[in-house]
């Protein structure tokens, strides 16, 4: 259970920018699930469902909607419970500040440069020419190759790989078992069988980009694979080679990319969502989860399914395989000339 300092719902409120009904002076030590939560504790309703929960909870204090209602309670209006709940856990477990050092086991190779202000943990390893930004944090087992960069304020959790020329921007973080700038699958095929053609690029990720646990994000061929500002990636993700990803864009859990595919900004792929090679996905493009995606997507379209349609027309689609069974018996029926 997260605990925090004992503070106010008042002072919470201040945090996240709400207004308070009920008791501002209500004392509040923890941040706990609807079902968890007791007096003296804080939790959250984002949408109708959740507040029917919230009915029932024991939570002392809501961070809510305005006009969520929920009369006899105290709550913390906002326009954004989710965005409120964040500001408040990151005012009271605030994202780790670099251990600046390189530790006694960790190596750095020859003209490499780490910022005296940056972190390198036991038995990471620094690449010839690479370079470690102001306040970046490299924690134990990390292997950075040659000629990288990690940028100002970066985090690479333990036993995340970056090959040669890897480019990590700012503030930029990557989880546990990621390996960045893998050879991409490229091959010639001829009469000897496959031919593997040179990976030569990199791997470029500008500021503010998550990458998740074991996810994949293969070299270019020969320019980079590039990720915009702000683009989160889940875990066990796959971007294959000379992939763009825009700025501001959500990748689910499992969703790939193949090779050269274009994603726009403000794209949302759910989980296990497949797009085929040398695609365009759209600016603010929403696919659902294992969607198959096997042309472009223009700008701003819902799609759904495999091979994609529509949004409402998968929903169809959906709605008439549950009847099919029945629909099949009548075609039986009617091709012996039962009738209806």
Known sequence: MPSIPETSAAELARLCGGRIA???KRVVRGVRSLERAGAD????ASDGKALRRAESSAAGVLLVRAGAGL?????????????????VLEAFFPRR????????TAIVGPWAEVDPSAEVGPYAVVGTGSRVGRGAIVEAHVAIGRRCT??????????VVLYDDVRIGPRTEVHSGAVLGADGFGYAVGKAGFRKVPQVGGV???ADVEIGANSCVDRATLEATRIGAGTKVDDLVMLGHNCEVGRSSL??????LA????????VVLGGQVGVAGHLRIGNGVKAGAQSGISKDVPDGDEVNGSPHMPYRDSMRVQAELRRLPETARLVRSLSKGGGA
Request: charged share 20%; with cysteine.
């Open 259 to 266: 090779g050269s595919s274009v994603v726009g900004d403000g």
């Open 41 to 44: 504790d804080l939790s959250f």
């Open 150 to 159: 990690v940028g100002d304020g970066a985090w690479l959790h333990p036993h």
């Open 22 to 24: 009920g008791d501002g």
């Open 251 to 256: 990748l689910c859990g499992q969703a790939g």
């Open 97 to 104: 500040t670099a251990d600046a050092g390189v530790h006694p």
């Open 71 to 87: 009369p006899g309670r105290t709550l913390i209006e906002v326009d954004d419970p989710t965005a409120a709940l964040a500001a």
């Open 204 to 206: 470029e990720l500008d």
